[in-house]
């Protein structure tokens, strides 16, 4: 079994940045892709961005690249998503997930362990 547990979020203004953090207990997490994925009120959840268990291995949807970055510890058992340029769409709570195939995925049924979230809010 794995833990999740999101920090990180915030009120920013537009243009700023934030880092989220993603601490995974309950056993080594480094065998296992991790996801980052949102929810806007209304809205569906939706990816963001995913790396491998190795870490060699990132993916990112369209209307954040450039702009997030994905990264791993392996040794704190930590997923971070770097949060830079924000804009007041990114606003949502952000979900760190685990997948233990170890292979990244867009798609939220891949993922068997889900943190709380944490809220971003980004104002203009």
């Known amino acids: 079994q794995v833990q999740l547990v999101e920090s990180g979020g915030g009120l920013v203004q537009a243009g700023g940045s934030l880092r989220l953090s993603c601490a995974a207990s309950?056993?080594?997490?480094?065998?296992?892709?991790m996801g980052w994925f949102r929810q806007a009120p209304g809205k569906e959840r939706e990816f963001v961005a995913a790396?491998?268990?190795?870490?060699?291995?990132?993916y990112y949807t369209d209307s954040i690249k450039a702009r997030f970055t994905i990264s791993s510890d392996n040794a704190k058992n930590t997923v971070y998503l770097q949060m830079n340029s924000l804009k007041p769409e990114d606003t949502a709570v952000y979900y760190c997930?685990?997948?233990?195939?170890?292979?990244?995925?867009?798609?939220?049924?891949?993922?068997?362990?889900w943190g709380q979230g944490t809220q971003v809010t980004v104002s203009s």
């Open positions: 997930a685990a997948d233990r195939s170890g292979r990244i995925s867009q798609y939220t049924d891949q993922y068997a362990y």
């Open positions: 309950g056993r080594s997490f480094s065998t296992y892709a």
């Open positions: 790396i491998g268990w190795r870490g060699f291995t990132t």
